[in-house]
């Protein structure tokens, strides 16, 4: 069943830690995305990747970090220097090139310890 | 810089009723616009996604229209149900966005028994 798998769908940040998020897709989509989302807000992009090896900051990329050293992954680590981290995290994939929709994972939600 | 709006933020409608969800872009330059549907703490599923040559998507009770000289999309639902309940979200891919997706805030929708 070809989907995407984000994990822990829960996670707790305590002062001062980086913590990292997995998101792993079996559906050989060349792009993958991290979004943030707030209550009442939409998704705001973090980073992106259109290849292996290669990667963009989106419009809130401080505080945050991102690989691509495999095409089927994208982890997310959220520093010490993200001093707002508690939000809920969204990742998403498609295949390369303009018009083609975006697959979701389920989220995982960001709290500080 | 594509902005993304979308009125009303939330709705509440008796069981049966047909309603119409709204979405503004202010660049025209698209190359399609995705309608969401998200669960609360869940990831986001697409409904229907249309290209920028097309005017309207159909998938069973849904129907998503584009007006793209006016900057517009509208989601409409027919004989609303309970388990329509959900936020929906518009995202435009803009031509000069980088391969990116430009979100609204979403329209909260409860029907009711």
């Known amino acids: 069943d070809g989907g995407i798998t984000q994990s822990p769908k829960y996670l707790f940040r305590k002062e001062g830690q980086n913590v990292t998020l997995s998101c792993e897709q079996n559906?050989?989509?060349?792009?993958m995305y991290w979004y943030r989302q707030d209550p009442g807000q939409g998704l705001r992009l973090i980073y992106y990747?259109?290849?292996?090896?290669?990667?963009q900051k989106g419009d809130i990329a401080e505080g945050y970090s991102v690989s691509r050293e495999k095409k089927e992954s994208f982890p997310l680590t959220v520093t010490s220097a993200q001093k707002n981290p508690t939000a809920f995290y969204l990742c998403?994939?498609?295949?390369?090139?303009?018009?083609?929709?975006?697959?979701f994972g389920d989220g995982t939600r960001l709290s500080i310890l | 810089k594509q902005e993304v709006t979308q009125i009303p933020a939330a709705l509440s409608v008796p069981e049966g009723e047909n309603l119409v969800l709204n979405c503004s872009f202010t660049d025209s330059a698209i190359y399609n616009l995705q309608w969401f549907r998200q669960d609360p703490g869940k990831g986001l599923t697409s409904l229907l996604l249309i290209q920028s040559s097309q005017r309207e998507q159909t998938s069973g009770r849904l129907n998503a229209s584009l007006d793209k000289s006016s900057g517009r999309s509208t989601l409409y639902i027919a004989a609303s149900q309970p388990g329509d309940s959900a936020t929906y979200l518009c995202?435009?891919?803009?031509?000069?966005?980088?391969?990116?997706?430009?979100f609204g805030t979403g329209t909260q929708l409860k029907v009711e028994l």
């Open positions: 559906l050989n989509h060349d792009a």
């Open positions: 990747s259109q290849i292996v090896n290669d990667f």
């Open positions: 998403a994939s498609r295949v390369q090139g303009g018009g083609q929709p975006q697959h």
């Open positions: 995202a435009v891919d803009s031509a000069g966005g980088g391969n990116k997706l430009t």
